[in-house]
């Protein structure tokens, strides 16, 4: 089991930033990948931003404008968001999948709403 908490989230006006950060704790050396995934109002939970060994992947839609980043020390993962927009507005959810070996399970926290408008 693997235990999940978000933090970071907020309103933003256009342009801004935010930083959200997510501490994950439990049976930590099962995990191969961490990464941040969001749900817009009415639609489906999207991938944002994984990040797996060395091995970074982004959605199109952030490319350029959102960075992730692994603690290994602090087992936090974080997502600095930069020059956000009102179309990056959703719940933003911290996941990890642990390794095949060890059952291939998804850990998913609370969530964190991040709000850009003007």
């Known amino acids: 089991q693997v235990q999940l908490v978000e933090s970071g989230g907020g309103f933003v006006q256009p342009g801004g930033s935010l930083r959200l950060a997510c501490a994950y704790s439990?049976?930590?050396?099962?995990?191969?990948?961490v990464g941040w995934y969001r749900e817009a109002p009415g639609k489906e939970r999207d991938v944002v931003a994984t990040?797996?060994?060395?091995?970074?992947m982004y959605a199109e839609s952030v490319k350029g404008r959102f960075t992730i980043s692994r603690d290994n020390a602090k087992n936090t993962v974080y997502l600095q968001m930069n020059d956000l927009k009102p179309e990056d507005t959703a719940v933003y959810y911290c996941n990890t999948k642990d390794a095949v070996i060890y059952g291939g399970m998804d850990y998913w926290g609370k969530g964190t709403l991040v709000t850009v408008s003007a």
């Open positions: 439990g049976s930590i050396f099962t995990i191969i990948e």
């Open positions: 990040v797996s060994g060395s091995i970074t």
